[in-house]
């Protein structure tokens, strides 16, 4: 598709143009699901943007796709999300949105960005303060085996098994295993449905995995690069936003051949509003959120811990599901709080020692590298240089990174406490350690750098077990006016945890709830191509050296 085009049969869509300047949309969240459905609606469904309005707890727009801060108290990204070039809903949606500067569209300024900066990790692994360039996978012939009967067996057998029912236990200390858990934040007590549809969704990518090759990432930190521009675009077209907006209840009428939301019931300014929702308007709901209750700590305090009643995401979703089974079963999510939970942080530094040591240890530049994961370390912790500046307006004398540590629960090796009791300063103090780093830059480095942590409880709770029904339909059966959308929907064959299966979310509710002609583009499917299946062959079997 030529970027900034419309395919076939969204051209058709254009043609018709049909009337909908009556119907209202009422969309719960603001995150970047939210955000694209807005845009679906408007650009696919022709419907006016000021009869748009997106309700969102917080006071600013982006949910999980956030990037805060200032030089002075530290900048803040809770994560990052890799991009990869099949991801077919996120290139169609951005080629419709011009940057913040008006000179190209995202998805242009994306795919020319990875060009100028192609990642290749040369030091994708560090063991005992030594780098790893290009590690081996170091699978065994009944590892790989396990691994292609995962790919090609149904889920349904798989049921609610985890990734540790199906490996023994040397699996989890392969090469391959620890790459892959840190690029995509797996735990061996997660679902085994996820990890299979992982393999087979990326299994273009298993041919130079081990130097992160084909990863992509934007020119800023993902709020700078895309949720700006697409708020812009969506403010341009007069979409409503509703603020500080906490929705609490939705009043439905569950009976008879067309089932819909009537009301919308929500908090704003101490104060509880609602809203009555028309024959012919649209509601799309966010479910969950896999950033809900998050804590942020200091450089001088660790973050505290929350549950699923610090926020309302969870707990809207399981009062309007009490009754309607085919709206998911969320506990199964957001009960296990202990099975979903890490720690990130982001460093802010006015000192360049680290980003040049780095440079200097791994052999690439930064944004170049991507993740490097401390095999050795008892957090498992990860760290990623970005490209400098990460954030619009960054000084030029200022530097960010972001990490993240798998195993919060369990002491360091050089700061004897379990991370998620650590403050950015003891952060920092770890991850030099890590790296061997004298005492003397050791010290500069922590003198001159923020870190803030940030405790997130439910940050995987979209790979934990589960079953068919614990997920709804974008569209649930016998709803007339009622969508589903972000990373608690079923989409079968793509991936959660991942930009791609939010706004892949949007397309779909928004197509089907207005009876579009158009559905998202399908899903690559590297698994039914000879040639890419002899070359993750070959790289599973570490012949590609």
Not at 77 to 97: A, H, N, P, W
Not at 332 to 346: C, L, N, P, Q, Y
């Amino acid at each position: 598709m030529t970027l900034g085009s419309h395919p076939p049969a969204q051209v058709e869509q254009l043609a018709s143009k049909p009337d909908r300047g009556a119907i209202k949309a009422y969309l719960v969240g603001g995150g970047i699901a939210s955000l694209a459905a807005a845009a679906f609606l408007i650009r696919d469904g022709h419907i006016a943007g000021h009869n748009l309005t997106i309700f969102e707890e917080f006071g600013r727009l982006g949910g999980s796709l956030d990037g805060s801060g200032s030089p002075e108290q530290g900048y803040v990204v809770r994560g990052g999300r890799m991009l990869e070039g099949k991801y077919q809903c996120t290139y169609d949606l951005f080629s419709s949105i011009p940057t913040l500067d008006k000179k190209q569209t995202v998805t242009q300024e994306i795919l020319q960005w990875n060009e100028v900066i192609k990642t290749g990790s040369k030091a994708r692994l560090v063991r005992g303060g030594q780098k790893l360039d290009a590690p081996e996978f170091g699978l065994s012939e009944r590892h790989i085996l396990n691994l292609e009967r995962l790919a090609i067996e149904p889920e349904t057998l798989l049921g609610r098994s985890s990734i540790q029912d199906q490996f023994d236990h040397s699996f989890f200390e392969t090469n391959f295993w620890i790459m892959w858990c840190t690029t995509f934040a797996f735990q061996p007590w997660h679902s085994a449905v996820e990890f299979k549809r992982y393999l087979v969704r990326f299994v273009h990518m298993v041919d130079g995995f081990n130097q992160l090759k084909g990863i992509m990432r934007t020119v800023y930190n993902q709020y700078d690069s895309l949720v700006r521009p697409l708020k812009a675009w969506l403010d341009e077209r007069g979409v409503r936003y509703e603020l500080n907006a906490t929705v609490t209840d939705l009043i439905l009428n569950p009976t008879g051949d067309a089932r819909r939301v009537e009301r919308i019931v929500y908090e704003q300014d101490g104060r509880s509003r609602d809203v009555t929702v028309g024959s012919d308007d649209l509601v799309l709901v966010t479910l969950g959120s896999m950033t809900e209750s998050s804590a942020l700590g200091t450089n001088d305090r660790p973050p505290a811990l929350k549950g699923k009643l610090d926020g309302s995401a969870w707990t809207l979703w399981e009062l309007i599901a009490r009754n309607q089974p085919e709206f998911g079963r969320p506990f199964v999510f957001a009960d296990h709080i202990g099975e979903s939970k890490w720690v990130s942080f982001t460093a802010t530094s006015r000192d360049p020692s680290f980003f040049r040591w780095m440079r200097d240890f791994t052999g690439n530049v930064p944004g170049e590298g991507g993740l490097a994961t401390f095999a050795d370390s008892k957090w498992l912790m990860s760290i990623v240089l970005p490209h400098q500046p990460h954030f619009i307006g960054q000084p030029e004398d200022v530097y960010v990174f972001w990490g993240y540590g798998l195993f919060v629960d369990r002491p360091g090796d050089f700061v004897r406490k379990p991370m998620s009791e650590c403050n950015g300063r003891e952060i920092m103090t770890e991850l030099l350690g890590q790296l061997r780093i004298d005492a003397e830059t050791a010290r500069r480095v922590v003198d001159a750098t923020t870190v803030i942590p940030c405790m997130m409880p439910f940050i995987t709770s979209q790979f934990l077990r589960r079953g068919k029904g614990d997920r709804p339909d974008v569209v649930p059966e016998g709803w007339h006016n009622l969508g589903f959308v972000g990373q608690f929907v079923e989409l079968p064959d793509d991936v959660v945890f991942t930009v791609e299966y939010s706004i892949r979310s949007a397309q779909a509710a928004v197509s089907r709830l207005l009876g579009l002609k158009m559905e998202p583009p399908a899903v690559y499917k590297g698994q039914m191509r000879p040639g890419v299946l002899f070359k993750a062959f070959k790289a599973l079997h570490d012949l590609h050296r």
